[in-house]
């Protein structure tokens, strides 16, 4: 595993070092058009689509700060969210060779967080610890990604290859003090045909693994020994109803195996335009279970099966791109021998992007929805939500080649039939604190917008710039559905981002 991310790191910073000595950039130019922006985002999709989308000459480095603060959230984020990043990306070409690829660490510090022993790479799970405590977290998340494109045959059998590697620590500094280690490993390989600089179509394969350990420990041991002190007991929750304390043996491994298969077709021509098209539907298994010293004690399985489709087009100026993805889980319980929880969610967007010599347009519509069951107690929670967002981007260049750039978007979001059924057997924490919760996060209609200015200096070789940008959601509309005992989110969320960013 070492040597994969080695070689990704170098991939990475490889295209920026080969750039230096270059004269013009046109990696700044490419960041300031939002179509062929949208196209080179497109790219990492799919190896397939390295060769046609990517130029070899964009290569960035960025660093950047950012907060989140305010209670309109969901009931397991943090109040409070700090976070510093790195990453660098970029392209190269090597003989016959197309390489991409991206290194990105990050470091957050949580504020607040409840419920929520995880890792947050897996949050539809039905199983994982939680406490009512308001838990300080922080997480250290490396993630690294390479992807590679080369054509046999007299340039006829494209073979396209890509992998994906995550590490992640993440521990609390109270009690009870959480910590969990994660990663995760994918990868891909495809072929099919190629024609020309107009077309290539592959069937593409996909597997990968992963796992996380958890661990629940407390410094004062007086906490952990009974339920005394209610706020920090630690329950396993397992399905979507009021959890059981756990008091012993907090601890737990999940693993992780997935499979599956997809096809990517990109067509470029002149009077049409290009169009490209990536579908893959993986199928995951999760596996719960406890160490010990006959082996292993099995906990629970989660099975999840998650589709994809992402079709784009574009010409000259314009671009317009349709994502949509699906998930469909069901654990299966021990104790009851049959399936329990089900968890299914749904997410389509549609983005439309002009560049003109001066101002960008764009418009974004969405339409997501999720819902939750758990057999047993018959608690079932569903919400769909509409979302538009128009931007509009300024950018200027001077005589010099430095950058002035600004772009203002807004967003509104109307909930459509929230509903909530909870059953009123065994009702505490856990129902008022997270499931009922949540449900008023997602009834509610939401406004707000975000803003961001950048300046970029022009240096020989490389550019250089700042950029800050300022979001603010505040939920205008809530359900007048009343919850006796539950808690509700506050009425605004904002954010702010300052970013050193480099182009090579």
Known sequence: MKKIILFIISVGYLPVVLAQGQQEIPAMQLAADSTRHL????????????????????????????VIAGKFMAAQDATNDKTFRFNTEGKTVIGKTDLWGSFDYQRTSEDSTHFAHQSRNNT???????SPANLSYHRVIYTARAGGQRRFFNEHMPVVASIDYRIGNHFSVNDPRGSI?????????????????????TIDGYYGYGAE?????????????STVYANYVNYMINGYSEPNPKLSDRNYTTRFRRSGGGVSILYKDKVFGTFALTAKRIKEKQFYYYPSSAGFDTLAYYNITKTELHALWSKNKWAAKFDYNTQKGGDYQ?????????????????????????????????????ERLDGVTGNHVSYEHYTIQPNIGWNHANKNKDRWGADLALHYTESIHPS????????????????????YYNAATTAGGRFSLQYTKHFKGFYAGLKGTIAYTEAIKESALILDGAMKPGKDRTYGNLAIQFYF
């Not at 497109?42 to 290569?59: C, E, R």
């Not at 539809?124 to 939680?130: A, E, N, R, V």
């Open 213 to 225: 350990v958890v661990n629940i420990s407390y410094k004062n041991t007086t906490y952990s020994e």
């Open 124 to 130: 539809s799970t039905p199983y994982y610890f939680g």
């Open 39 to 66: 196209l080179y985002q497109a790219g990492k999709l799919t190896p397939s689509f390295i060769h046609l989308l990517m130029p070899s000459a964009y290569n960035t480095a960025r660093l950047d700060y950012g």
């Open 181 to 201: 280690r994660d990663y995760q490993f994918n990868m891909n390989a495809g072929t099919g045909y190629a024609w020309r600089q107009k077309l290539i179509a």
């Open 420 to 439: 909530i059924y909870t059953t009123s057997i065994n009702v505490s924490y856990f129902t008022h604190q997270v499931i009922q919760y949540n449900y």
């Open 334 to 370: 021990i104790n009851y021998k049959a399936n329990n929880y089900q968890y299914r969610s749904k997410d389509y967007t549609f983005r439309a992007v002009y560049t003109g010599r001066i101002f960008n347009y764009g418009l974004q519509l969405n339409n997501n929805s999720e």
